[in-house]
């Protein structure tokens, strides 16, 4: 199979936890009958983002929001990429993605593994680090359509990880984010096409939707990018939602014509994986 369809789901984020699950459920019935193989909700779609938050909202995994992506992926059919929300493990809470398939079996679980700690002058302040664990593990899934990447916001500042996806098998990569409005309007746009081109893959970044009352305020502009570089949807800041076909044998297309990835030279220079 060729060719499957992205919901990109740029949801409000409420301060109620139950509200945020019941939309997402909601989105996710109504995006299956609208032809979506794969809903994609944004970093903290459960949460407002702020470190006061994090472990108010938490759960360990298999608590109600993660019960409610399963059932839902199931109920309806779809896989669904379960934005990001805050893991407790003991003491620890881990910024994590879950990937749910069509018959609502967890098949992938991303802890994201570069926090965004940043000190920008005139601009934003935030520091993940504060309440956060990082990630240990590159994330990779098998699908019918193709294997595809996990990585989560900061993550994509890292060209390493990507290509470590990609050199894995990954022909898309999919990335639940937050980019604020410092870093949103100077780099978002640029780094899913940038990563899309250097891989030869898909990218799809999916955002929580503006809201100037929060404490952080999202860049939204959730974007798709296509193996060549180009922007194949891109939308505001506003809440809402946009379903982009993926063709995977574009990829394939791509990389014969312009084989990057054949032409890296290994004889000179390497990248691998630590196993832990």
């Avoid at 839902?72 to 669904?80: D, F, L, Q």
């Avoid at 940043?118 to 240990?136: C, V």
């Amino acid at each position: 199979m060729g060719k499957f369809k992205a919901a990109l789901l740029q949801t409000h984020v409420y301060s109620n936890k139950g509200k945020n699950i019941e939309k997402a459920v909601k989105l996710i019935e109504k995006v299956s009958r609208e032809g979506a193989d794969i809903a994609v909700f944004p970093e903290m779609f459960i949460c407002p983002y702020d470190n006061s938050c994090f472990r108010e909202y938490g759960e360990e995994e298999g608590g109600s929001a993660f019960m409610a992506m399963s059932k839902s992926a199931r109920e309806n059919g779809i896989y669904v990429v379960a934005g990001t929300m805050p893991e407790l493990v003991g003491d620890k809470i881990y910024n994590t993605s879950y990937v749910f398939d069509r018959n609502g079996e967890k098949i992938a679980k991303h802890r994201k593994m570069h926090l965004f700690d940043i000190d920008i002058e005139g601009g934003q302040r935030f520091k993940e680090s504060d309440t956060l664990s990082p990630g240990q593990e590159v994330t990779v899934f098998e699908t019918e359509f193709c294997k595809i990447g996990l990585a989560v916001c900061y993550d994509i500042r890292f060209p390493e990880l990507s290509r470590l996806m990609a050199m894995e098998g990954a022909e898309a990569i999919i990335i639940p984010g937050a980019f604020n409005m410092t870093t949103g309007p100077a780099h978002w746009e640029l780094h899913f096409r940038a990563r899309a081109l250097d891989n030869q893959v898909y990218t799809i970044g999916v955002s929580p939707a503006r809201d100037m009352e929060a404490s952080y305020h999202s860049y939204g502009n959730s974007i798709a990018a296509s193996p060549w570089g180009n922007v194949l949807c891109r939308m505001d800041e506003k809440e809402g939602y946009v379903i982009q076909e993926i063709d995977t044998d574009y990829v394939k297309k791509i990389r014969n014509e312009l084989p990057l990835l054949k032409h890296r030279r290994a004889d000179v220079y390497e990248l691998t994986k630590i196993n832990k």
